[in-house]
């Protein structure tokens, strides 16, 4: 079982950045794709961003692409995604999501664990 925890949401001005985190505890995460999804009231949750290994290509929303920056430190079990020049339309519930195998997937069906979600506000 993994359990993942994210942090580093808030309220930010248009234009401004953040960094989440995503912490993994109950197991190593080494070997697994890493997701960021979001979600708004009502809304369904998308695709953010995506990485396999350290070194690998990841793979980014068309929204959020130059703007957005996913990465993972294996040594601290810990996903991270840089996010800047922001916009309203960014506001969403972000989650981190783990698949059990290394294979990067832009779908939520795809993921075996979520964490419960940060908030992230734009403001315009």
């Known amino acids: 079982q993994v359990h993942l925890i994210e942090s580093g949401g808030g309220v930010v001005e248009a234009g401004g950045s953040l960094t989440l985190s995503c912490a993994a505890s109950?197991?190593?995460?080494?070997?697994?794709?890493m997701g960021w999804f979001r979600q708004v009231p009502g809304g369904q949750r998308t695709f953010v961003a995506t990485?396999?290994?350290?070194?690998?290509?990841?793979h980014y929303a068309g929204s959020v692409k130059d703007r957005f920056t996913i990465s993972r430190d294996n040594s601290k079990n810990t996903v991270y995604l840089q996010m800047s020049n922001l916009k309203p339309d960014d506001t969403a519930v972000y989650y981190c999501?783990?698949?059990?195998?290394?294979?990067?997937?832009?779908?939520?069906?795809?993921?075996?664990?979520w964490g419960r979600g940060t908030q992230v506000t734009v403001s315009s």
């Open positions: 999501a783990a698949r059990r195998v290394p294979t990067i997937g832009v779908r939520t069906d795809l993921y075996d664990y």
């Open positions: 109950g197991r190593t995460v080494s070997t697994s794709a």
């Open positions: 990485i396999s290994n350290p070194g690998a290509t990841p």
